[in-house]
């Protein structure tokens, strides 16, 4: 979502970047989604933390399933209103 918003208003991130909160912070600090984008930031390691060994050849513990399903809610609470205004966007509306 955040890159989505980026993109529409055409400001420029590293395509490979997964820390949340500095994207969100690529927003102008009166955007209407920074806020609760940057709240988004809890959500980075998520992005690498869960998908390798860590440097011990470990597995790392996920997380408790009841945390994810907290999450997924916070992330779908505006995932419409994020979605309309991207499109609204983009058709210049």
């Given at each position: 979502?955040?890159?989505?918003?980026?993109?529409?208003?055409?400001?420029?991130?590293?395509?490979?970047?997964?820390?949340?909160?500095v994207l969100?912070?690529?927003?102008?600090?009166?955007?209407?989604?920074?806020?609760?984008?940057?709240?988004?930031?809890?959500f980075t390691?998520?992005?690498?933390?869960?998908?390798?060994?860590?440097?011990?050849?470990?597995?790392?513990?996920?997380?408790?399933?009841?945390?994810?399903?907290?999450?997924?809610?916070?992330?779908?609470?505006?995932?419409?209103?994020?979605?309309?205004?991207?499109?609204?966007?983009?058709?210049?509306k």
């Open positions: 979502m955040i890159k989505a918003v980026l993109t529409v208003e055409g400001i420029i991130y590293p395509a490979s970047h997964h820390q949340l909160g969100a912070a690529l927003l102008p600090s009166d955007h209407e989604w920074r806020s609760d984008f940057s709240s988004f930031d809890a390691s998520f992005a690498t933390k869960f998908r390798y060994p860590t440097p011990s050849g470990r597995l790392p513990v996920n997380p408790a399933a009841s945390d994810v399903s907290e999450y997924i809610e916070e992330v779908a609470a505006i995932l419409d209103d994020v979605l309309d205004w991207c499109r609204d966007a983009a058709r210049g």
